[in-house]
Nanobody, 118 residues
Framework: QVQLVESGGGLVQPGGSLRLSCAASGNPFTIYNMAWYRQAPGKQRELVAHMTVDGTSKYGDALKGRFTISRDNPDNTVYLKMSNLEPEDTAVYYC????????????WGRGTQVTVSS
């Protein structure tokens, strides 16, 4: 079991930046692949960025270059740095953890709202 708590969302103007944080507690952080997803109103949840336990990252289509995922294993935290934000980035952003040894153990945070608007 792992608990995930996101923070850092808010209202930002187009072209602005935000950094989201996801603090994990419970089982050892280093056995989980971590990811950020987002869900906009009326749309399906989509992958934003993913990072494995060894630090390999991948990004959703068209997001690499503006978004950067990182993890601080000693601090049990995963981050999402978002730059040059666009109104289309408006969504609830969710943190996700998948146990690498037992992928059926998947956990979600409650999400943090990001609104990009002038």
């Amino acid at each position: 079991q792992v608990q995930l708590v996101e923070s850092g969302g808010g209202l930002v103007q187009p072209g602005g930046s935000l950094r989201l944080s996801c603090a994990a507690s419970g089982n050892p952080f280093t056995i989980y692949n971590m990811a950020w997803y987002r869900q906009a109103p009326g749309k399906q949840r989509e992958l934003v960025a993913h990072m494995t336990v060894d630090g390999t990252s991948k990004y959703g289509d068209a997001l690499k270059g503006r978004f950067t995922i990182s993890r601080d294993n000693p601090d049990n935290t995963v981050y999402l740095k978002m730059s040059n934000l666009e109104p289309e980035d408006t969504a609830v952003y969710y943190c996700n953890a998948v146990n690498v040894m037992s992928p059926q153990y998947t956990f979600w945070g409650r999400g943090t709202q990001v609104t990009v608007s002038s």
